[in-house]
């Protein structure tokens, strides 16, 4: 079985303990409007143009047979509603600044590569971490890479937006050592403005991998949607009565703007980027209940 990725990243320390290879898929159930891998949205392929090597010849709108590329006074702009991934663009391109973000690998293709770093996870309990874009986008590819790592007796771990049914969380969780799950608000109404989906789904994922794995539960702290004292002391009191025992709070950061202008994509959020001291000095102002709330800058 094949599935669609976007990196395959080793030796990672932050994507749960100790050395880990991560495995990017691509494709996503919510649009959250902070988002700082916008390359992992789309399943299939996309063009990107590195901004800073574009010379604004104008050759890639030349050659595209397809009229997807335009230009305006920013720049040039590929439309992936009419790209077809032809390549003609990339190959013709005299500054290198375009190349196709995505790709195919199998299920097998995956795991051999994962396993070339076994002695690091044994060493340092590590192992493999599905992430995103959404893992679960791609359930049976993920389910059968899942299966297929524990066979080899690599530990496994998640980081997900639990935005799936619960059959979906029953099936994944007993494949998983580490569930990494995002808890983003507790208001239905504010959740589906900011991501574009109800919370309804990730609240019961959380609650699920909180009672069946060790689970990690992470907020993305964000300017306007949620960094008052109040969301997040009710994130705190949902968290709690799920029965978790850690809290991670991550600060918005803007380190992934640029790529949307790469990829031709809107960035709408305009918010300056919290400090890990900023988002600290909330946290003091809580009741945590006996929870673990870490902050951490990522
Ligand atoms: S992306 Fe390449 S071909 Fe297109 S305008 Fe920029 S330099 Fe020219
Ligand atoms: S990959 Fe092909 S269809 Fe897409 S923008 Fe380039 S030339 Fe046009």
New binding site residues.
């Given amino acids: 079985m094949t599935g669609h990725l976007f990196n395959i990243q080793r030796f990672s320390l932050d994507d749960g303990p100790g050395i880990r290879t991560v495995v990017f898929l691509k494709g996503c159930n919510q649009v959250c409007l902070w988002c700082h891998n916008p390359e992992s949205l789309l399943p299939a392929p996309q ?1 990107l143009r590195k901004d800073s090597l574009c010379t604004r010849c104008g050759r ?1 709108e030349e ?4 009229g ?2 335009s230009h305006n006074d920013a720049g040039f702009l ?1 439309d992936h509603t009419k ?8 190959d013709l391109c005299p500054s290198d600044a375009l190349m196709l973000v995505g790709y195919d690998k199998t299920v097998e293709e995956v795991v051999k590569l994962v396993c070339k770093d076994r002695d690091f996870y044994q060493r340092t309990g590590g192992g493999v971490t599905f992430s995103g874009g959404e893992p679960a986008v791609q359930s049976e590819f993920l389910l059968q890479c899942l299966e297929a790592c524990r066979e080899q007796g690599i530990q496994t771990a998640i980081e997900t937006n639990g935005n799936y049914p619960l059959e979906l969380t029953a099936r994944l969780s007993p494949l998983l050592d580490y569930v990494m799950v995002d808890v983003k608000h507790t208001d239905d109404e504010k959740h589906r403005r900011f991501t574009g989906v109800s919370n309804r789904q990730s609240l019961a994922s959380a609650q699920y991998y909180l009672a069946h794995n060790v689970t990690d539960l992470r907020v993305p702290v964000i300017p306007t949607f949620n960094d008052t004292a109040d969301e997040l002391q009710d994130i705190l009191r949902f968290a709690r009565e799920s029965g978790a025992k850690k809290v991670t709070l991550l600060p918005y950061h803007t380190f992934g703007i640029s790529k949307y202008t790469n990829l031709s994509m809107p960035y709408t959020l305009g918010s300056e980027p919290l400090s890990v001291a900023a988002v600290q000095a909330i946290v003091d102002t809580l009741d945590a209940g006996g929870l673990a709330v870490e902050v951490n800058e990522r």
């Fill in positions: 063009v890639c050659v595209c047979p397809h997807a590329v590929t790209c077809v991934r032809c390549g003609h663009c990339i």
